[in-house]
């Protein structure tokens, strides 16, 4: 009997130890991506503002990943309440991400668009000052 409930204890201590150990590697996971994520789109004017709210996002996953563990050990109601908000309010920040990342792809699509129409009356200019020679 007292050696099922060392080896219970010690089962549920493991399993602790490796959430914690995942957690890490999740939180390091989402620091790499922030950190791309500025380097990538630092290069470009336009993107350099939703850059850095893409970065913060990252940042905010961060953070949800570690309300996620405080969650799973909770202290308190108020405590509990507070994380959810916390919570919610980073979802909206994702949800906020792909809208931003999906006008920044139309951005870059009316561009390369305006770019085209420009070049392609630029060739017709120089066609029509050829047939006027």
């Known amino acids: 009997m007292v050696m099922l409930v060392f080896m219970q204890t010690n089962e549920s201590y493991f399993a602790e130890v490796f959430n914690k150990l995942l957690y890490l590697r999740r939180v390091r996971y989402y620091a790499k991506v922030a950190t791309l994520l500025t380097k990538m789109y630092n290069y470009h004017p336009l993107t350099n503002n939703m850059a850095r709210f893409l970065a913060i996002v990252n940042v905010n996953k961060i953070l949800f990943e570690f309300l996620d563990l405080l969650h799973s050990h909770a202290v308190s109601m108020i405590f509990m309440t507070m994380i959810m908000t916390m919570k919610i309010m980073i979802m909206i920040m994702m949800i906020m991400k792909i809208v931003?990342?999906?006008?920044?792809?139309?951005?870059?699509?009316?561009?390369?668009?305006?770019?085209?129409?420009?070049?392609?009356?630029?060739?017709?200019?120089?066609?029509?000052?050829e047939i006027d020679r």
Do not use: V
């Open 100 to 129: 931003m990342m999906m006008m920044m792809m139309m951005m870059m699509m009316m561009i390369m668009t305006t770019m085209m129409h420009q070049e392609m009356k630029n060739l017709a200019l120089e066609k029509c000052n």
